[in-house]
């Protein structure tokens, strides 16, 4: 099988996480990645645990299958080996902060007018446009500013930031969507383009209920926990031996979920007979819930409403997510190989299933700092 971008060659200026998660997932779909690091530290995550001997699981994680050549793009002689793969590249990809590619001299205006079919791809924490373009940003500060943390924790409680580096994976996503765009549309006209991704934007756009609330209302909403804010009951709920979730997302599925819990008259209580009504008495109706739900444990009830209908599933670590047999099946838990007398890592699979694109596809081990400057050279002088 050919996967979608195996003729796409893409140089990755990228570190830490947002611009290496986009040049991974890129690499899933067959791209060949070239990641251009700094000579002697290389990408700060190389210097991340956890570790097995001294390599990062995490660099692991986000690197696999690349090749590393290091290279000082202030020094003569790396630079042009650096303008030599700009020649052969279909897309570069860099999340420094603005200003940087352009003090170098390989911003995208003078990219462009040298290699007009170059797609040039940068993710930062404000954008290139904006009062606020030069600004530095990690992760949580975009997760504040963008409001993801006014709406994330308990009820009442103190801004709490999401457990996953949303703010970074989020914008590494809309990365890749805009890069792949413009690989379509340089296949019609011939002409690369500038793809500006704003870690803060990216919050933005995930925040689908919190717009629509405080746009109607004037009122922003608050953190509800695990609940969501507009649609009940739809939640964590305790059993005997732990938590799980409801997901009743309508009228009917309210009916099918009082049926199963033995609630029959619950669908007909004024209090509980609408969605706005089961908002209205959310707190009333967990208690209702849980005082069944806490005799049994979680696989009677998960498999209760399973065989009604009804969303359900345990809340799981890591450790059981590593081991549950859908993620299996579907290849979603895998090997990062090792390089000779170095360590093997489990990573996350590629979600992207498609035909034409094998899966589990063989991935390549992570790279050693510029452990791959000769491949890299020898591929520049091949035609």
Sequence with gaps: ??????????????????????????????????????????DDTRAFPPFKGEESAYFAGLNHGKLSIALDLKAGADRAIFERLLARADVILENYRPGTMEKLGYGWDTL?????RLIYGAVSGFGHTGPEAGKPAYDMVVQARGGVMSITGEEGGPPVRVGASIGDIVAGMYLVQGVLAALLRRDRDGRGAKVDISMLDAQLAIMEHAVAITSVSGNPPGPTGARHPTITPFSTYRAADGF????????????????????????????????????????????????????????????????????????????????????????????????PGGAAFTAAGNPIKMTGLADPAPRGPAPTLDGDRAAVLDWLERD
């Design 1 to 42: 099988m050919t996967a979608p971008l195996d003729s796409i060659t893409v140089l990755d200026l990228t570190h830490v996480l947002a611009g290496p998660f986009a040049t991974a997932t890129l690499g899933d779909l067959g791209a060949h990645v070239i990641k251009v690091e700094r000579p002697g530290t290389g």
């Design 112 to 116: 462009s007018a040298r290699f007009p």
């Design 244 to 339: 799980f979730v409801i997901a009743a997302g309508n009228d009917a599925l309210f009916t099918k979920l009082c049926a199963a819990l033995g609630l029959d008259d619950l669908p007909a209580d004024p209090r509980f007979a609408s969605n706005a009504a089961r908002c209205e008495n959310v707190h009333l109706l967990k208690r209702l819930i849980e005082a069944v739900t806490l005799d049994r444990p979680r696989a009677h009830w998960i498999a209760a409403l399973e065989a009604a209908g009804v969303p359900t599933g345990q809340v799981q670590n890591m450790a059981e997510v590593l081991t549950d047999p859908q993620l299996l099946a579907r290849h979603m838990v895998t090997e990062v190989p090792a390089r």
